[in-house]
């Protein structure tokens, strides 16, 4: 079965560090571009990051940029999304996604339309 799992999300205080991560199965990563998205209740999808497939270039939205790093370890199938000093408004389901052809950009200002894959999501909850 072909699919992307995220995990690491939970409750986190103001200021506080999560890893997200964004594992694959039944497909290799090697050759896809990989893209977080984030939707909180109410509000759109908001594209969070992306990174290349060879990992690199990254992306990221204005709102996260110095606090949150993509990466990626192709040996472990595996993309991550370090995010740090978290804020309330940064509380969301985070979803990966992975492409063979979109680029990052186009990832991104697409809010994710059309990539190939997608996790179920995994819910942050940044709360005191």
Same mark, same amino acid.
């Given at each position: 079965?072909?699919?992307?799992?995220?995990?690491?999300? !939970?409750?986190?205080?103001? +200021?506080? /560090?999560?890893?997200? #991560?964004?594992?694959? =199965?039944?497909?290799?990563? $090697?050759?896809?571009?990989?893209?977080?998205?984030?939707?909180?209740? !109410?509000?759109?999808?908001? +594209?969070? /990051?992306?990174?290349? #497939?060879?990992?690199? =270039?990254?992306?990221?939205? $204005?709102?996260?940029?110095?606090?949150?790093?993509?990466?990626?370890?192709?040996?472990?199938?595996?993309?991550?999304?370090?995010?740090?000093?978290?804020?309330?408004?940064?509380?969301?389901?985070?979803?990966?996604?992975?492409?063979?052809?979109?680029?990052?950009?186009?990832?991104?200002?697409?809010?994710?339309?059309?990539?190939?894959?997608?996790?179920?999501?995994?819910?942050?909850?940044?709360?005191?």
């Amino acid at each position: 079965q072909l699919q992307l799992v995220e995990s690491g999300g !939970g409750l986190v205080q103001p +200021g506080g /560090s999560l890893r997200l #991560s964004c594992a694959a =199965s039944g497909f290799t990563l $090697d050759y896809y571009a990989i893209g977080w998205f984030r939707q909180a209740p !109410g509000k759109e999808r908001e +594209g969070v /990051s992306c990174i290349s #497939s060879s990992g690199g =270039s990254t992306n990221y939205a $204005d709102s996260v940029k110095g606090r949150f790093t993509i990466s990626r370890d192709n040996a472990k199938n595996t993309a991550y999304l370090q995010m740090n000093t978290l804020k309330p408004e940064d509380t969301a389901v985070y979803y990966c996604a992975a492409d063979d052809y979109l680029s990052c950009s186009v990832m991104l200002s697409n809010l994710g339309g059309g990539m190939d894959y997608w996790g179920k999501g995994t819910l942050v909850t940044v709360s005191s």
